[in-house]
């Protein structure tokens, strides 16, 4: 009997085949989970020609971040741990007593109620994103708690089993108004 040195060679075409099917069945079936982001609504467009909306200065809450992450509200500087106290504080104020739900202090430079409540809010365009998303987030949840309250003490009902004229009712009694720009 006679052996050979050659080593017996392998068809590697039809292994290139298998594996571009492989790669291909991965990518087809493979889900790519969807970046979330800041949830907003953007307003609808002005029907008439002038859209300017006349504000009572004391309804207008002036938030500002600069670039060294320190946060401002109507120029007082603040740290961000307190900040949805004061955002609460303002929205639910009740200054011109039109509110019955509110539950305010009643604060003479503070908002008239929560249906006037208006935020302008400055970020400097060399702020932090991280502290940008820190503000968003506050102001978000500051909004949360008092809609929760509303629903619990007003409407006596669960936040789990609300219907959607019950959410929408809340969503009105605490309407989310906000402006925004940068520094430049």
Known sequence: MRYSNKVPEVNA???????????????????IQNDKGIIRKLPTPCPTKDCDIKLNERNVLRIALNNSGELLINSKLIQFKDLQTNLKRFIDNNG?????????????????????????????????????????????????????????????????????????????????????????
């Open 13 to 31: 075409g039809s292994m290139a085949d298998i594996a571009f099917l492989l790669l291909l069945f991965f990518l087809v079936s493979t889900t």
């Open 96 to 184: 011109d007593s039109s509110c019955k739900y509110c539950q305010g202090a009643r604060i003479h430079n503070s908002s008239d109620n929560p249906q006037e409540a208006t935020f302008v809010l400055t970020a400097h365009r060399n702020a932090s994103y991280q502290d940008y998303i820190t503000l968003q987030d506050e102001l978000t949840e500051a909004y949360k708690y008092l809609r929760q309250i509303y629903i619990r003490d007003v409407l006596k009902s669960d936040i789990g089993s609300l219907s959607n004229i019950e959410l929408k009712e809340a969503q009105l009694a605490y309407p989310f108004r906000i402006t925004e720009s940068t520094i430049k």
